[in-house]
């Protein structure tokens, strides 16, 4: 792998700041079978967003790969800057800035730095399974919080309840919001495409912890994989599972596969819904991002759930989420880097 082979101008395409880093080294445990971590020492924490359409202008990215194993993650690519593959390697290949919060520390406390919003989870999980081990997220919600500057966080990962005192005594002193990720409420589906990620019960009871302790939950129903997830049925009951737990709003937009998550989502497509292939190849065609007709249809049938459970209702700006409210639901104008920052 290329670890030492990172120049100083390189850009590893998704975790600026890892071409920077020391590799430090491999570890397997019995706790994470099938799990190599792979330990580095950045210079960098905080990375730069240029986008003036996105509600937060720094990302912090503690992690590259993710166990959750989420079929259609955009972010599978960007394994192959290291001379992984965006498939099983992604899964398995887990780098892990060890030293992330001290590194933000130094960053936020600099006389420079201007309290600008902080975004977690826009590339791979927080809260996946191995910041059971690092426990990397403490320190990084302490350094923002020092520093009175706001933060967010995207996440599928239940662990967060762990930090959910920190996170509460946090919102004391500065602009918190979080945001939950559910795609798929059938379990059978769920276990398929996401395998490594809590159960959809699981992280509706951490959208109700959430709301109990104060927060505006917004629950990412994304990606909506077309002819799975999108039947009237289950989005209704999805929508209404949502409301019962307790989430202040919803947004919702179709799957996006772009380079290697398309060759990864489509071998499993043909494996186990063959007779599907045919209208992906149409609805996709050779790009990212599904036709407009589609995107137009979904959007008409996710606006009347939202009012129907009252999931629209005024929603944290930080949260992950596009200020304009017609991307609540879906907009096929929406570029491959906002989507990807929200997947």
Partial sequence: MRWQSQTLDADDGALPGLERAGFVRSVQTPEFEGITFHEVLCKSALNKVESESLPFGWTVNPMRGCSHACRYCFARGTHEYLDLDAGDDFDSQIVVKTNVAAVLRREVHKRSWRREPVALGTNTDPYQRAEGRYRLMPGIIGALTESGTPFSILTKGTLLRRDLPLLTQAARQVDVHVAVSIA???????????????????????????????????????????YLTDSKAHLDELFAAIAEAGAASVTAFPMHLRGSTRGWFLNWLAEEHPALLRRYRQLYGRGASVTPEYSAWLRGRIEPLLEKYRLNRERTDEAGVPENPELRATDSTTTDRQLALFA
Avoid: Q
């Fill in 184 to 226: 798929i409420l059938d379990e059978e589906l769920h276990k398929s495409l996401e395998s490594g990620t809590p159960s959809p019960r699981a992280r509706l009871d951490l959208v109700r912890a959430l709301a109990d302790a104060g927060f505006a939950v917004n629950v990412m129903v994304a990606p909506v994989i077309p």
